[in-house]
């Protein structure tokens, strides 16, 4: 029974480049939550998705960052044209019913390094 | 004024001690309460949650809740050097356009100290 499955687990990107951040929830979830975590921050809420629609997407920048859950694969967040300070730990969550009521399982992280 | 807030510390205490971490919360309609543990490098786990007002055990765990305080603890009793570990207070305020939101506070670390 898998966990959240997150990659790459590292990345690094050049400025201006294009990163792409993978998530899979866990079986049988259908609500993904995207965070990101700066160095001796908290977790910092991005979007929420469901399969084909964006929930709420509040936490994102207007900007460069975009986010998708499609029918079929895992959920997508890109990052065009990066820049240093996007360098983040960025973290997936997925629950089985859109509440919070019970918490988040967290996937292992994608750690986003630009350069 | 942030959603949720905690010490950041470092809270640091001698093995077998009790540590305490607090966290108090902005929103009082606030629903779930939750802490997780993550350890430098890795992701969140987590390991407690409350949802009533008292205190809730778990092995060497114990949340306590108070919902006219705003507040919400987390005793670790006999402390463990594996126990030491940044500790992330979060809260889920169950209605409205953030229903599945959790807030999370920026963070406790703590070493337990052999």
């Known amino acids: 029974n898998a966990g959240v499955m997150q990659n790459p687990r590292h990345l690094v990107r050049r400025r201006g480049q294009e990163a792409r951040l993978r998530c899979s929830p866990m079986k049988g979830h259908s609500h993904v939550y995207w965070y990101r975590q700066l160095p001796e921050e908290g977790l910092k809420f991005m979007v929420y998705?469901?399969?084909?629609?964006?929930?709420?997407e509040s936490g994102m920048p207007k900007e460069r960052f975009s986010a998708e859950f499609p029918k079929e694969g895992p959920s997508i967040l890109r990052i065009q044209q990066v820049v240093r300070g996007d360098s983040a730990a960025y973290f997936c969550?997925?629950?089985?019913?859109?509440?919070?009521?019970?918490?988040?399982?967290f996937g292992s992280g994608t750690r986003l390094t630009v350069v | 004024q942030k959603e949720v807030e905690q010490n950041s510390g470092p809270l640091s205490v001698p093995e077998g001690a009790i540590a305490s971490l607090n966290c108090t919360y902005s929103?009082?309609?606030?629903?779930?309460f939750f802490w997780y543990r993550q350890y430098s490098g890795k992701s969140p786990e987590l390991i407690m949650s409350?949802?009533?007002?008292g205190d809730k055990e778990d092995g060497r765990f114990t949340a306590q809740l108070n919902k006219a305080s705003q507040y919400v603890s987390l005793l670790i009793r006999d402390s463990q050097p594996s126990d030491s570990a940044t500790y992330l207070c979060a809260v889920n305020k169950g209605r409205g356009s953030t229903l599945g939101r959790l807030y999370f506070g920026r963070g406790t670390q703590l070493t337990v100290w052999p």
């Open positions: 409350i949802y009533s007002n």
């Open positions: 929103d009082r309609v606030s629903q779930s």
């Open positions: 998705l469901q399969k084909e629609n964006i929930i709420d």
């Open positions: 969550a997925s629950s089985p019913s859109g509440q919070g009521k019970y918490g988040y399982t």
